[in-house]
């Protein structure tokens, strides 16, 4: 977690590897975050570390919106099971939100 320093918003912090996915991933939060869902992340800033020897850098950092509170999976390992109006809703947002990306002809998987 850190504040952007434009407007002291609170984002997370992603570090990746300087490669053609992680290109592929900005470029796709990129173009989602013209368009914001509320359920998707949305890319804040990106930059690249620089090295002082002029080498190509080897790692890209993102700024994306911060999501709080604890994971679905995190839920689940503590509470167990959901009830009903609870696993409607986040159903709802899960749909809605492959929905989106569908609609823009991305596919989200899991790696």
Do not use: C, F, W
């Not at 918003?9 to 290109?23: H, N, P, Q, R, S």
């Not at 930059?47 to 002082?52: E, R």
């Not at 689940?76 to 749909?95: D, E, F, H, P, Y």
């Amino acid at each position: 977690m850190a504040k952007a320093t434009t407007n002291d918003e609170l984002v997370a912090i992603k570090m990746m590897k300087d490669d053609v996915y992680a290109g592929r991933e900005i470029e796709i939060l990129s173009d989602l975050s013209r368009e914001p869902h509320p359920n998707i992340v949305r890319l804040v800033d990106d930059l690249q570390s620089s090295t002082s020897d002029g080498q190509a850098p080897e790692v890209n950092y993102v700024a994306l919106s911060l999501a709080r509170g604890p994971t679905l999976h995190h839920i689940l390992n503590k509470g167990g099971a959901l009830g009903l109006v609870i696993a409607r809703t986040i159903s709802r947002q899960l749909v809605g939100a492959i929905a989106h990306l569908h609609d823009r002809n991305i596919i989200h998987r899991e790696p």
